[in-house]
């Protein structure tokens, strides 16, 4: 078995973290190297009962879909799009398109190849909006710094 | 004669002695020594963060050789700060106050961080710290230790204020204390303002001349501001085709404020209930002002499209990048929708994300 490494939930510098009435969603980190130069970051969002977030594949004036934005790096290249569990599908005739959404939980993954053979640190941010049946919690960004060992 | 000067003498040594005393006593301050395992030669910086304006200021400057430093300083009471290192940027809170305090920090275990993206820096959180000698940074420590774990919001919160509370009952001039509380607000912003201000009154001191009693208060004022009974604050946004739209235009009439976004599922649900209130209300002296949340105004331009709401529609700014909106967040909702009912006056009469809660009130207004 390959190393698994879970990292920092949520770096919590008290210097950033700003106030928010409600957190229905948290998010955590992990990395494996699945090769000498290969790696897989994953992120969890672990969703309050009731709330859900959105898939990243919502077309515009639709939801507040998931977005991911990784910091540039000698260290790492990204391989190919972050992949994310099965949404629950549904057309959604307000926005006038299929929209996909998690409930209870949802993982992305990113496939990077690496570039070094130390530690590499996968940085970047996830802007998220959620909602349940009778309320939203505006976008919101949150950073993550992940350690591929 | 002699006895005269001897007594004079007497008096002045006297003086001297007691302006001596009062000048030592005021000129005691901290000595913080500390020792560092990782980083052997840099520099040591102290910063004071305010949590208003989000901003760190330098308090104290050190430089660090062989792993060893020493700083000292006055400060005007006790505050928690930041201790950070270079070469990288190792960093840990510390609370600092006038005494003799010593740390010791071992660089292994830290966690690192980047938030240059939102005009702050990176480096890492050190997890290897230990201060002696700060009462406060016991205290808190002392806090956070028993109130660590707990499952769900409710569990966490309540745990904290069964600490907080008998705490601050029998040190209510301590300025851990208030921290405390402060830090317990920043996570549980919706604690019920009685509840809060039950728990403000208990400060006496150096604890209620601190910044985190008077940010506290400066929120329970804010938060009061929109009270109903209150009047709601002018604001003037701009409308889809950019004319501006100024609340106060609308005086002589009742107002509902609705927050809403393209992008809010609910909000957009409860538009065709508006409708109908609108359409019963609206010869009778009633208005509605929708603000969205909305960032992209395209968005929002096909969502009012689609929704056709025969009623004032604003677009909210987003002045701050990464703050919360303008003027929805004046109004400590934290969610939308947010339904904001004023009278003829612009007063607040009901303020709520619950639909029902307007239209009772409207009800009322409207029986005749």
Known sequence: ?149 | MKLKYIGLAAILLIAQTVIGIAQTKSSIGYTLTGTVKGIANGEVVLNEYNAKTRMSTKVNTGKLRNGKFVMKGKLSGPKMMSLSFKPGNWGTQIFMENAAISVKVDTAGAQHYDYTKYGSDKGAMLKNVKVTGSTSHADFIGYEIKTKGGKGKEEIFNAQLNYIRPFIAKNPSSVAGIYMLSNHYMFNSGIPLTDLEKLMVTFSGAAKESVYFSNIMQDIDERRAVLPGNYAEDFTLLQGDSTKFTLSSTRGKYVMIDFWASWCKPCREAIPHWKEVYAKYKDKGFEIVSVTNDSRWNDWIKAMDVEQMPWIQTIDEFPVKNMPARVVSKYKHGTIPLYVLLDKEGKILVKSGNEEDIDHKLAEIFKN
């Not at chain 1, 919590?12 to 990395?31: F, N």
């Not at chain 1, 391989?79 to 959404?101: A, D, L």
Request: hydrophobic letters at 40%; a positive charge; glycine letters at 6%.
């Open chain 1, 1 to 149: 078995m390959k190393k698994l490494i879970i990292a920092l939930a949520l770096v919590a510098s008290a210097q950033v973290l700003q106030a928010q009435i409600l957190r229905p969603v948290k998010w955590s980190y992990a990395a494996k190297k699945t090769s000498s130069t290969e790696a897989t970051v994953f992120f969890k969002a672990t969703i309050d009962k009731g709330w859900h977030i959105y898939s990243q594949n919502v077309g515009d004036g639709g939801p507040t879909k998931t977005v991911f934005t990784f910091s540039p790096s000698q260290q790492y290249a990204l391989v190919g799009k972050t992949k994310e569990t099965n949404p629950i599908v549904k057309f959604e005739k307000m926005f006038n398109m299929q929209v996909g959404y998690f409930e209870n939980q949802a993982v992305f993954q990113q496939k990077i190849k690496l570039k070094s053979k130390n530690q590499t640190a996968v940085k970047g941010s996830i802007q998220f909006g959620a909602c349940d049946d009778n309320e939203c919690i505006p976008p919101e960004d949150v950073n993550f710094n992940v350690t591929v060992k």
